[in-house]
Each structure stands twice: as C-alpha cells, then as structure tokens.
C-alpha cells in the first residue's frame, strides 16, 4: 500500500488535471485508503430553473469521488473509468456546498464498486447516493 503522502498526491495530482472540476469549483479535502471526500460550493451558475444546485453538478461530484476513492485502491500504473452508475436523489440540493464522500465496496483486478454520499453543508441532510461501477484502465 501507498504511504498516506503519496496516496493523496496521485489523487491529487489527477484531481487537479480536470479541468471541469475546476469549471465548477471542485475541491478535494480528504484521502485515504478507499474513501475520497471533495465538495462543490453553491454558484448561481450551477442552479436549475429553481434556483437549487443542478443534479447534473451532484452527479458529476458523486461520480468523482466515486471514482477516486476507487483509484486509491489501485496500483499506479492503472486509471479507472466509470462504467456504469446509478444515483438517488434524495432531497433537493438547496444548500450552500454539497460534500461527496465515496468509498470502494469491492476492489477487483477488473472491477471496481464503490458508492457515495452527497450530504449539505452541515454533513447532516443526505441530498444523493450513487452506487457505481469503474473499470480498471492502463495509465496513458
């Protein structure tokens, strides 16, 4: 297993070459063995017609922290990709920042599952779950 330091630094490193993370104010906090957590701050561009954060942006922020955590359980010279995700949404995104914690489930050769959380702010009031699955891909 990766020491802590150098865990974080790959995700990190990955984090920061998305450019839509960055287009929409993604920020990563935590990072450890199997579980990711990132957030995403309220901005009037990210809102439906009701003013609400889009789903799409709490999508987008379950998937990512989906699919890191499932890379901090691979080896360095593999990516994963999404292949497949199914979210809930729960309540409304009306809240000032949404926090998406994922955790891998199981960690194959092939395979990865994992699931995330979205919470509000406060980290009290579940907005979304998602349960996916991430294929393991060479590094390019």
């Given at each position: ?21 960055a287009?929409i104010?993604?920020?990563?906090h935590?990072v ?24 799409g942006?709490?999508t987008s922020l ?14 360095d ?7 497949e995700?199914?979210?809930n949404?729960i309540r409304?995104?009306n809240?000032?920042k949404?926090?998406?914690?994922g ?7 092939t395979l990865v599952?994992?699931?995330?959380t979205?919470r509000?702010?406060s ?11 991430m294929i ?5």
């Amino acid at each position: 297993m990766a020491s802590q330091e150098k865990l974080r630094d790959k995700i990190a490193a990955s984090f920061h070459k998305q450019s839509f993370l960055a287009l929409i104010g993604a920020e990563l906090h935590d990072v450890s063995q199997g579980k990711v957590v990132v957030s995403c701050r309220y901005q009037e561009a990210l809102t439906q017609q009701q003013g609400l954060l889009h789903g799409g942006v709490v999508t987008s922020l379950a998937d990512v922290a989906c699919g890191y955590a499932a890379l901090t359980a691979m080896p360095d010279e593999v990516e994963v990709l999404a292949v497949e995700f199914k979210i809930n949404f729960i309540r409304p995104a009306n809240t000032k920042k949404i926090i998406a914690t994922g955790e891998v489930i199981k960690a194959g050769k092939t395979l990865v599952i994992a699931e995330s959380t979205v919470r509000d702010e406060s980290g009290e009031k579940i907005i979304a779950r998602m349960l996916a699955t991430m294929i393991v891909s060479p590094l390019k």
